[in-house]
């Protein structure tokens, strides 16, 4: 039997989707307050904090990006967000070899000015996109975030067993694997049912984007080889 799936109450403190927007601005917010109290007279910016912004960028890349870049409903906004994001990421190592405080400062201002606006779009703008995408798991990729965040690995299982899974977690985690594929690989999806109604949503979602392959069909177990098919082919 399969676990039981979660209860809660949407837009409340118990929706896990809530809970992981705050997990994200209590982040951000961190983040911006360091940055803040560098734009002080006197005060460096030191290589922790450099390597604490790149590990935010990396982690947003890869769990909040990556899944969003896939849609077409948020392409052109995760294509702009990474623009700046690279802005941000190349102005900000020199600043650790400023040496005259005032122009220090200045330059923290500057940096602070853009990171609050690119972080503010991330909040209100990027997450709420995201968890109107069919299939999305914002819980599941801020939990991905915090991993990357916190110096961690994300795992991209090769076969994704979805048997145990709580029936509503099945598809955002199949969705979520599926959103860090580069155009060519592929993982196996495994179910204890043909997933037909997944199939009809990568039809909608992704429609041209993908191949669907069986490579076992039942009658106890499922395995069907889902691949991303490049956007050039």
Known sequence: MSPAAEVFIQATDTDPDVRARAVIEETHRQLLEQLVALTEPHQELTTAFTDQLHRLLTATEQTLYAAASRAAETRLLVRALRVTAEIIGRHTDPLTAVTDSTEHAGAARTLAGMLTVHLGVERTVLLPALAALPGAD????????????????????????????????????????????????????????????????????????????????????????????????
């Open 138 to 233: 914002v819980s599941a990729l801020v939990g991905d975030f915090t991993t990357v965040l916190a110096g961690g690995r994300l795992e991209d299982p090769e076969i994704v067993d979805v048997r145990e899974i709580p029936h509503g977690q099945r598809h955002p985690r199949i969705f979520t694997r599926f959103a860090r594929l580069a155009g060519g690989e592929s993982f196996v999806l495994v179910n204890n049912h043909d997933p037909k109604p997944l199939r009809r949503e990568f039809e909608a979602t992704h429609p041209g984007r993908f191949a669907w392959e069986y490579l076992e069909s039942g009658p106890e177990q499922w395995q069907i080889r889902i691949t991303r098919v490049d956007d050039d082919a």
